[in-house]
Nanobody
Framework: QVQLVESGGGLVQAGGSLRLSCAASGSFFSINAMGWYRQAPGKQRELVAT???????NYADSVKGRFTISRDNAKKTVYLQMNRLKPEDTAVYYC??????????????????WGQGTQVTVSS
């Protein structure tokens, strides 16, 4: 069994900052890319930022220069520092990890895993 547990969401005024964290636990034997996605009401889930195990990053154009993704491989944790927040950043933010799980002593399975989501609300 594996889990991704997010924390750090909340309510903030426009121009403020928040830091999201996501810790992976369970029988991961390897985690490649980790990332953050978000879904606003009535909209599809969209990519916010991703980071590989070697530290290469990718950002949505809408957050470049404002958000920074980082990770601690030893802690299996990914972070999202969000600065200069805007009302349009309001959404549920989901953590994602693409990793390998030791299902049994002989069986390994690779796949996408998701957290439960954390609400970020930016007031104008």
């Amino acid at each position: 069994q594996v889990q991704l547990v997010e924390s750090g969401g909340g309510l903030v005024q426009a121009g403020g900052s928040l830091r999201l964290s996501c810790a992976a636990s369970g029988s991961f034997f390897s985690i490649n890319a980790m990332g953050w996605y978000r879904q606003a009401p009535g909209k599809q889930r969209e990519l916010v930022a991703t980071i590989t195990s070697s530290g290469s990053t990718n950002y949505a154009d809408s957050v470049k220069g404002r958000f920074t993704i980082s990770r601690d491989n030893a802690k299996k944790t990914v972070y999202l520092q969000m600065n200069r927040l805007k009302p349009e950043d309001t959404a549920v933010y989901y953590c994602n990890a693409y990793g390998g799980v030791q299902v049994t002593a002989q069986l390994k399975r690779w796949g996408d895993y998701w957290g439960q989501g954390t609400q970020v609300t930016v007031s104008s």
